[in-house]
């Protein structure tokens, strides 16, 4: 049931503004400007299942955890996203698979960071 | 309206939007054909083979067939038609890739075959997905080598597919060598492909049975090894899969889809939807679909 309660998850990227404009214009992030987030140094981002994400620098990340960090990506169609994305030469650590959730493929940033854009799928009907 | 499109590998997608339409004597590549909505007629030799939403076909090159679109509804269909080459480039990929192997294990002798059994196979799960997302490219006139991604995983899938409904279903029969075991499997298809394609008709278990080539008994026995239910079983989740895809994508009232679907009494409906979805045909309708 809809709650009405928005779920954000954070995202701390090194240069981040740097890593947002790569989200924004490689991995086909979209920045919103409604304030949803009460902190004004975070800035707000959704994917293109409309899941919203928190961009903070990583400063604010823990010390110990400094290889970056993995990230699941829903998507609606995932052999689009790897075909653009393949097409951008980005860095893409495998190809389009099968797993029990739906279709899966990984990608990495510059900075070391590792997203699995996922197309979730009903099996159910 | 009819859109079609050769793609720079010889690969060939076909849709085609309309409430009526008649070819005679066609000849085909190998395809996979479904139907989005309404329905399609095939006369493939003396055989004839109807394509609901939630199913498709698969012809083999060189097959002969008549192809029927009269429906009250318009008939949304989609077809693939592979190219040799890409059958032979995807066939090669497989056998001679360890790495692909070991991900896709696919029994190899799927990957040696250039002919499949022409029958009438469930659209569901990811293929059901692809073919969505490929039409809508196809419309969208995306770029070839996006479609041909695509054009690729249907394959796969379908690969996939053909070792779960034939190769491994086939095994379950008790029958006493290869050829008599390929023989039964086929004629039990012609019993499904006739339900399939006549599931809103008033049938019994002598007129599948006469459609398949086999005796009641024999019918009644060797289906239940296959698909784990009796053919009267399976012609009632057909009935009641084709309400369910009713219920979400049509305005039709309860009544209307009782006889869509082939259910003579609206209250015995409400009970087997109930038992098999756990929710009534108001409530999935109105909560779930």
Known sequence: MNSGVINVKPLYLNEPKMALDFLVEKLGFVVHDDPVSKNPNGVMVADNCGNFYEVFSNTRKSANDQNGHSLVVNTTDCLHDFYNMATDRLNILNKPHYVPEGLVFEVLDPWGNRYSFLEKRDYTD | ?289
């Open chain 2, 1 to 289: 309206m009819k859109t079609f499109k050769v793609l720079y590998n010889q690969n060939k997608l076909y849709s085609e939007i309309t409430t009526e339409a008649s070819y005679t004597d066609q000849r085909s590549e190998l395809s996979l054909r479904a139907v989005f909505n309404g329905s399609e007629t095939y006369k493939i030799g003396k055989r004839t083979v109807v394509v609901f939403p939630g199913n498709f076909l698969i012809l083999n090159e060189g097959t002969s067939y008549d192809r029927d679109i009269y429906s009250n509804s318009i008939a949304n269909t989609f077809a693939i038609f592979f190219s040799e080459k890409f059958l032979r480039d995807f066939q090669y990929g497989f056998s001679s890739s360890d790495q692909n192997l070991l991900d896709e294990p696919i029994d190899c002798e799927i990957i040696q075959r250039s002919t499949f059994l022409e029958t009438i196979y469930p659209c569901k799960g990811d293929i059901k997905y692809n073919l969505a997302h490929l039409l809508d490219h196809f419309h969208e006139n995306s770029d070839d080598l996006l479609l041909d991604d695509y054009i690729y995983h249907a394959l796969l899938l379908f690969y996939r597919l053909y070792y779960k409904e034939v190769l491994n279903k086939s095994k379950r029969l008790d029958a006493l060598n290869a050829s008599t075991r390929d023989e039964l499997f086929k004629r039990l298809s012609l019993a499904k492909d006739f339900m399939l394609s006549n599931y809103n008709l008033d049938i019994s278990l002598e007129d599948i049975s006469a459609h398949s080539c086999l005796s009641p008994t024999h019918l009644f026995r060797t289906f239940k090894q296959i698909y784990s239910c009796s053919p009267h079983q399976y012609l009632i989740q057909i009935r009641l899969d084709n309400a369910r895809h009713m219920l979400k994508s049509t305005d039709y009232t309860l009544n209307e889809i009782v006889n869509l679907v082939g259910f003579t009494c609206p209250s015995t409906f409400i009970k087997l939807f109930k038992n098999r979805f756990h929710f009534t045909p108001g409530t999935y309708r109105n909560h779930v679909a």
